[in-house]
């Protein structure tokens, strides 16, 4: 590994959240920019030759001291540099694209939101089998100290392995487990109402629930799934879909809501007539009610009563006054 080979993968695993900032640019400018220019293709490249190219340069400014005469410290390559800051931003693309709301890997020649929900944003188990790999070498050393073993090979290296391969392992758990709960979805009626297509998100920390969104014809059943319990596809509640009307086909026609709904997974709109118009509301129903989490993010457009925009505008769900 070349120098300064960990700190590279950090910071270049790390940089791409630095987007998070555009969160006190309002909603509209979070949903724009989070997860787009700094988790796609193009920007992972933007950030693997900066942070190479960084420490290549601080290399030459401060260079590892030799420690003895004979000993020859070769400067720090751009090309491993470049390798290893590449499989840091890899490495956080790919978590992202397992959970969460999904990047824009293909900025900015599509403005597709591709991604799985596999697992949550902040993933119990990922983070104590991390830990796990962290401190297995240290626990092998204690013991090896106390039993006089001759210290062998590098222990890190080892444990490194075998965590990527546990994690791996959990990741194609948790998708088949995410098929199941589909599965099961869409295997049944909702008052009786047939199930015309189905979407699972991770609902806490436990592999084995789900917030289950289910489609019918007329409406969309929500409710959580719990794969080790007994399963009543009765206990749903049902959000009726709006009928057709001037108004909603405004709505969903302007270019505000055609970006929305490229976002948003199962997207819901509300038309409420006013007292000089209507208003149409839009929001996003893999986010359960009182999640308020940044990535939750709906939009509102205000039309008179000859169905002409007045206002629209793009809105957090945890929004006060909204």
């Known amino acids: 590994m070349p120098r300064f080979a960990a700190t590279m993968m950090i910071v270049a695993g790390l940089t791409p959240d630095l987007d998070y900032a555009a969160y006190f640019g309002g909603a509209g400018f979070f949903m724009r920019f989070h997860r787009t220019v700094l988790h796609s293709i193009a920007g992972s490249i933007v950030i693997a030759f900066a942070v190479a190219a960084i420490f290549c340069a601080m290399d030459r400014k401060y260079p590892q001291r030799k420690k003895s005469f004979s000993q020859v410290i070769a400067p720090l390559r751009f090309g491993p540099a470049l390798a290893v800051s590449a499989i840091g931003a890899a490495g956080h693309l790919l978590l992202d694209l397992l959970s969460g709301v999904g990047i824009q890997l293909f900025w900015p020649f599509r403005a597709q939101w591709i991604g799985w929900e596999v697992i949550g944003d902040l993933d119990l188990w990922v983070f104590l089998l991390l830990v796990l790999g962290l401190l297995l070498p240290l626990l092998l050393g204690l013991v090896n100290e106390e039993v006089g073993a001759q210290k062998k090979g590098s222990g890190g290296q080892h444990a490194a392995i075998v965590t990527l391969a546990l994690i791996s392992a959990y990741f194609g758990w948790r998708a088949n487990l995410h098929s199941r709960a589909i599965d099961l979805l869409l295997s049944r009626e909702y008052h009786g109402r047939i199930a015309l ?25 929500l409710l959580d799934v719990g794969l080790r319990d007994e399963f009543d596809s009765n206990r749903s509640d049902s959000l009726f879909k709006p009928q057709p009307s001037p108004a909603l086909a405004a709505g969903e026609d302007s270019i505000a809501a055609r970006a929305f709904l490229r976002y948003a997974k199962v997207p819901f709109a509300n038309v409420e007539p006013r007292e000089a118009g209507f208003r149409v509301e839009i929001h996003d129903l893999r986010f359960a009610e009182g999640d308020y989490q940044p990535a939750n993010i709906f939009i509102r457009l205000e039309y008179n009563s000859q169905v002409q925009l007045q206002r629209q505008g793009f809105f957090f769900a945890s929004d006060p006054n909204p």
Request: charged fraction near 20%.
């Open 197 to 221: 297509s189905a979407a699972a998100f991770p609902a806490s920390s436990s592999p084995y629930r789900w917030r289950g969104v289910v489609e019918t014809d007329n409406t969309m059943e």
